[in-house]
T-cell receptor, first 115, second 117 residues
Framework: DVKVTQSSRYLVKRTGEKVFLECVQD?????MFWYRQDPGLGLRLIYF???????EKGDIPEGYSVSREKKERFSLILESASTNQTSMYLC??????????????FGPGTRLTVL | AQKITQTQPGMFVQEKEAVTLDCTYD???????LFWYKQPSSGEMIFLIY??????QNATEGRYSLNFQKARKSANLVISASQLGDSAMYFC??????????????FGTGTRLQVTL
């Protein structure tokens, strides 16, 4: 079974703190993704990576950065957390290529609260 | 303009009844894929079903089927014989060629389904 794990289920941080959200997958997937989920807005893509050290901005990258030093690990970084970054963060991974049927596998999510 | 539209924020269905969750999409591509995911209260997204734009048959997976109407750009999820465990958020998503890489998904805002006794 594909396993995508996230470092924390719940996280509380203070405004201005640097926050790291970690995601690890065990299926040798090339692609990894970070989304945030807010009520009424669905899932919005923050960043994704299609290979080690490669990244692309998603729809809402402002205020975030990412790091992918190893294939199995994709980190989301909030350089200076703000209250409007309070949200549910979901990590996902998938195989690469133009195969449209390659679904994304999701982790359990991290609910981040910034006070 | 929204690429994926789910117009039903919430739905109720009685146990053992069938329910249809609506999804319309917008794309100018000929090749694309449509997905449905389920998100229980635990938070994890669970892949349910996939439909390719060139697939002639509607996709089915157990109690889930996808009513794909290409000309109308709709991809509605049908859940037959609803169970209490089907209570969850349901998201429709699309993968297009134009998003730069074939791996990106665009999600709708979701429909919360509540199954009642």
């Amino acid at each position: 079974d594909v396993k995508v794990t996230q470092s924390s289920r719940y996280l509380v941080k203070r405004t201005g703190e640097k926050v790291f959200l970690e995601c690890v997958q065990d299926m040798d997937h090339e692609n990894m993704f970070w989304y945030r989920q807010d009520p009424g807005l669905g899932l919005r893509l923050i960043y994704f990576s299609y290979d080690v050290k490669m990244k692309e901005k998603g729809d809402i990258p402002e205020g975030y950065s990412v790091s992918r030093e190893k294939k199995e690990r994709f980190s989301l970084i909030l350089e200076s957390a703000s209250t409007n970054q309070t949200s549910m963060y979901l990590c996902a991974s998938s195989f690469t290529g133009a195969a449209y049927y390659n679904e994304q596998f999701f982790g359990p999510g991290t609910r981040l609260t910034v006070l | 303009a929204q690429k994926i539209t789910q117009t039903q924020p919430g739905m109720f269905v009685q146990e053992k009844e069938a329910v249809t969750l609506d999804c319309t999409y917008d794309t100018s591509d000929q090749s694309y894929g449509l997905f449905w995911y389920k998100q229980p209260s635990s938070g994890e997204m669970i892949f349910l079903i996939y439909q390719g734009s060139y697939d002639e048959q509607n996709a089915t997976e157990g109690r889930y089927s996808l009513n794909f109407q290409k000309a109308r750009k709709s991809a509605n999820l049908v859940i037959s014989a609803s169970q209490l465990g089907d209570s969850a958020m349901y998201f429709c998503a699309m993968r297009e060629r134009r998003t730069g890489t074939a791996s990106k998904l665009t999600f709708g805002t979701g429909t919360r389904l509540q199954v009642t006794l």
